[in-house]
């Protein structure tokens, strides 16, 4: 073999390892690869995400609904333990009398409370105008995070023809250069407020604490501040946004949109559904991009609408198998969400089509218009009636044919 043939062998070699480097690089610097739909395996190449502090705004939503549950626990504890004392003492104790100088105090407390009470039963209830306003700002500002969420979470590069760079679950980045994350802070403040009005309104704080849009606020409140802290971003829960679109049908009826039982039903079916199948997307997304724990090195780079139509395909049953679960998380939430994903599938669909097929066009509320020189007769009318009836009707008694 000649020196000439062996420098071209030489050369055309360091050109494959130059090749196979950079393709090396480009990997641990994008964030998946194409996997059917869309997807692949996972690498994160940016050196701040080596440590992982998703679970500092998981701790964030814990610690906020526990020591909210703490506070009501006390204070009915508190409460539980005065009325009892006061009940033990009997009328002539010399303690009755400081009691009863401490009892207008809290009777004016009382009533102060009970005002401010019925005030913000009124405010959230939506009977008043300013009580439909509130409602409706909710529901917007709501739908506006949740767009936020979309935003966020469908990121998707393109380099070249045939690879894509997903932007992760928890990124590094200064949250003053964070514009989504500003705008969802200044929305997140406004649900802050809401959260203490539907607070005092509550009947039972206990029950309030458990309820399912107090829990959506615990997960998407508290993670936005923390995030200023740390300077990075974690898309988290903020997809448990979606189920407030179960309020849809109330929001309608306050603007006397829906005024039918059939169209209140169907409404009902439709935000419900909507309301899981994105919910359960955001899950999928989170758990697969995410990857698992605890040294995360196979996440599987999806985005959301990939993770939505994923779940349209499997609760159908169609199932293509063009996308699926990597992780052993997004395996495991998916065979116990089939349970329910069926259930509602299969229930709510021919509901909403029986719904929708046997609407008639009579039904609903006639509209009176003035200056039409005709009548609306409803009902079977026999031959007789037409030909006769309606004919001295018009003719003699409104001398109009």
């Not at 940016?46 to 609904?65: G, N, Q, V």
Request: charge should be neutral.
């Amino acid at each position: 073999m000649t020196t000439a043939t062996v420098n071209a062998v030489n050369c055309t070699t360091n050109q494959i390892i130059a090749t196979n480097l950079q393709q090396q690089n480009l990997q641990n610097v994008t964030i998946g690869g194409v996997g059917g739909v869309g997807g692949g395996s996972a690498v994160v190449g940016d050196p701040c995400l080596e440590t992982r502090k998703y679970w500092c705004f998981l701790l964030s939503s814990i610690c906020t609904f526990l020591a909210g549950l703490l506070v009501v626990l006390v204070w009915r504890l508190f409460a539980f333990l005065c009325c009892r004392k006061e009940a033990e003492l009997g009328p002539n104790d010399p303690k009755q009398k400081e009691q009863k100088a401490a009892r207008g105090k809290q009777e004016f407390e009382g009533t102060f409370m009970t005002e401010a009470k019925d005030w913000a039963g009124e405010l959230i209830s939506g009977q008043t105008t300013t009580g439909r306003i509130l409602v409706v700002l909710v529901f917007i500002l709501s739908i506006a995070s949740l767009i936020i969420y979309f935003i966020d979470a469908s990121n998707v590069n393109r380099i070249g023809d045939n690879r894509i760079s997903i932007e992760g679950v928890e990124r590094c980045q200064k949250w003053s250069e964070n514009v989504t994350q500003q705008i969802d802070l200044a929305f997140n403040i406004f649900f802050m407020v809401y959260f203490f009005i539907r607070f005092i309104a509550a009947s039972d704080k206990l029950w309030f604490m458990l309820e399912m849009y107090s829990f959506v606020d615990y997960f998407t409140i508290p993670p936005s501040f923390v995030s200023i802290y740390l300077d990075r971003t974690w898309i988290g829960l903020r997809f448990l946004r979606a189920l407030r679109l179960m309020t849809v049908p109330d929001i309608l009826q306050y603007l006397n949109i829906l005024k039918t039982s059939s169209s209140i039903r169907l409404a009902q079916l439709v935000s419900i559904f909507i309301s899981v199948w994105l919910t359960a997307a955001g899950i999928i997304h989170l758990l697969e991009n995410s990857g698992d724990a605890p040294d995360f090195e196979n996440a599987h780079a999806l985005p959301y609408w990939t993770c939505v139509y994923f779940l349209i395909v499997t609760m159908s049953t169609v199932g293509y198998g063009d996308v699926y679960c990597h992780t052993v998380f997004g395996r495991t939430f998916l065979v116990f969400f089939l349970l329910v994903g069926l259930a509602i599938f299969a229930s709510s669909i021919p509901e909403i089509i029986d719904l929708v097929g046997t609407r008639s066009k009579y039904c609903g509320e006639y509209k009176r218009e003035h200056g039409k020189r005709y009548y609306h007769f409803v009902g079977t009318l026999e031959k007789i009636w037409l030909r006769f009836g309606l004919h001295f009707f018009f003719l003699f008694i409104f001398k109009e044919v």
